[in-house]
Nanobody, 117 residues
């Protein structure tokens, strides 16, 4: 089992920044892929970014490329999502997730991000 706990959400004005954190505990996650997803009201959950815990290779959704940065701190077992130049359409509940194979098996409880115009 892996436990994921997100933090860092909040209310910010358009153009501002926030940094989300996802603390992982439980099983060794050195072989996992860590990711951020988000779900806006009335919309499907969508992929935001992912990082391979080992090697640090990253991948981003087109909608956030150039504005968001995913990173990890091995010593703290924590993944971050630095969000800059935020837009009102970034408003959503952001979820941290991880997987060993093709399915994201573990999810956090989510953290609300609200961007005002």
């Amino acid at each position: 089992q892996v436990q994921l706990v997100e933090s860092g959400g909040g209310l910010v004005q358009a153009g501002g920044s926030l940094r989300l954190s996802c603390a992982a505990s439980g099983r060794t996650i050195s072989s996992y892929v860590m990711a951020w997803f988000r779900q806006a009201p009335g919309k499907e959950r969508e992929f935001v970014a992912r990082i391979m815990w080992s090697g640090g290779i990253t991948y981003y959704a087109d909608s956030v490329k150039g504005r968001f940065t995913i990173s990890r701190d091995n010593a703290k077992n924590t993944v971050y999502l630095q969000m800059n130049s935020l837009k009102p359409e970034d408003t959503a509940v952001y979820y941290c997730a991880c997987r060993l194979t093709t399915t994201y098996d573990y999810w956090g409880q989510g953290t609300q991000v609200t961007v005002s115009s």
